[in-house]
């Protein structure tokens, strides 16, 4: 177990702490290997930015006091997202055989730099001293993500923007866009423009929690024009993020519904809800304009976002209007499917293979799963009641993301899910054999925005237990420990200070046992943010 408490956040594989200090200032030096030339100005700017000095570069590896980031490909054993880092008291060298290793090589000398608050900071112009070491690293799990609802409530671009750096500096790769939702749609579809001009404004919203009868008494909008969208693809590269678009189906589509009716069972008009929770009015698996409306979508959506990955929702989906439809009866009839469970993992089937057709791997919530699934689709495990389904999917080669509501939902409040439960949560499902424990592609960490109406809300949700998450994803379970997380969250704290971040304190964190049992009933409420 290492234990260097005032240090980075996630720990490394391996960290052997020296003896003296790095000291970066304005006289040290930048050097890069051209191909890595884009992370030396990367570094240069952020520097600048947070500490007021402009670093020089430096043509030469290695010169005296300066800092350096060759790709080697030497270094292929720690995979392209691995690197190595050397601090001496003469200089700082980042390698990796990938452009991400260096990038994430960058997010630990973020962290060990001093802060603001640090004495070693405090000097009119800034040296700041770092301790000398060596780092191996390379991440546990490939898939690092964070999901953001922006149905439940929009969120700015800015406040995207905000969240890649935030997620990177975790070294987290995955940002799973929640673009699409029963109470607002949030992007641009060219073809159907109702879909933004209808579909993403609703008249009012609920405040207050699941037991309240509040509401704001305003309408709520928004949504992401397509040139937005490729400016956030743009900046999630820059930060070797892959982000994940969800267009949900076909359930919490009362959004697309209210905007062109003739996509679902009843074709009747509804308007965009203004309360949460899970409704009827669901996509019409009977009609081939629904399968034809979506594929349009899902068109757009790939010229949109090269992720190889695509997420189509498919958690809860009520069968109701589908039971007393007659073109679902037909479809069912056709196909000869006898349950309408049978019809969803139809359509499923139907979206998942065109998007196999497009080169593309469907991603869905644990419903999506079935004994039919196609074994390149990837199940998000979020419901503890799906884990049957899961590992049927598993053992029979599938791969699945893990998201285990009861520990990872960042919306949640810290009397249901404190810090600690967050920490120690173990992604690998219970009984799960060896042999198929690479088929965990990773953890990903959702926040449904039902309550969270703005950043300041978000930061509360989100920090420190995304920090908790990103430590499992990446860091090797045997260096994990959740004492010295703690401790080093001290110093992770001050980079989220100087980003303005309100994170929640260690005593919001983890309520005490009596006060969190007094309080359970809290669950179902919010402040009226
Ligand atoms: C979910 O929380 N309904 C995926
Ligand atoms: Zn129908």
Redesign the pocket.
Known sequence: MIQYDNLMIPIPANLNLKDGKFVLSKNSKIHSTKSVANLKHYFISYFSENFGVTLESSKEYLVENSINFKLDDTLVKLGPEGYELIITDDHIDVRSSGEAGIFYGIQTIKQLLPQDGDETALNQEYNGAIPCLIIEDFPRFNWRGFMFDVGRHFHSLDTIKRVLDLISLLKMNVFHWHLTEDQGWRIEIKKYPQLTEIGSKRKDSKVGGWTSKKYRGKPHEGFYSQEQVKEIVQYAKERFITIVPEIEMPGHSSAAIASYPEVSCKNKNIDVPIKFGIFSDVFCPGKEITFEFLINILDEILDLFPSEIIHIGG??VPKKNWKSCIDCKRRMEEEGLEKHKELHSYFTERISDYLKSRGRRTIG?NEILDEKTDVGVIGQF?APTGKKQVLKHIRKGGEIVVSN?FHYYLDYNYFVIPLRKTYNFDPIPKGLKKEHYDQIMGVEAPI?TEWVPNTDRLDWQVFPRLAAVAETAWTLEQNKNYRSFVNRLGKFNQILDSMDVKYASLDEVNPKSVKRFINLRRALKWPEV
């Open positions: 958690d809860e919530w979020w509501f449904w």
